[in-house]
């Protein structure tokens, strides 16, 4: 698989979370890639949910970069 269409199934991945309602609550950098970690609360027991996603290429992490800037500003 060539990294375009990995960054596609990245984003794909990115999508399903945010449009779920997650919001990135933390990310890790190496050298394997990033990792992002989303969070949710969810209203019925006011329990969190976390769920992690592994981003290997450069375009899939600017891609979650551009949303992380997004959700900051909306908070401020």
Known sequence: MGEHEQ??????KVDYFID??????GVLENLEG???EFK???DDQEEESI???????AN?????SALLLKQIQSVS
């Open 7 to 12: 960054y596609l199934i990245e984003r794909e």
């Open 20 to 25: 779920r309602g997650y919001k990135i609550n």
């Open 34 to 36: 990033a990792f992002i």
């Open 40 to 42: 949710i609360n969810t």
């Open 51 to 57: 769920e992690t996603l592994h981003i290997k290429t």
């Open 60 to 64: 899939g992490r600017k891609y979650f």
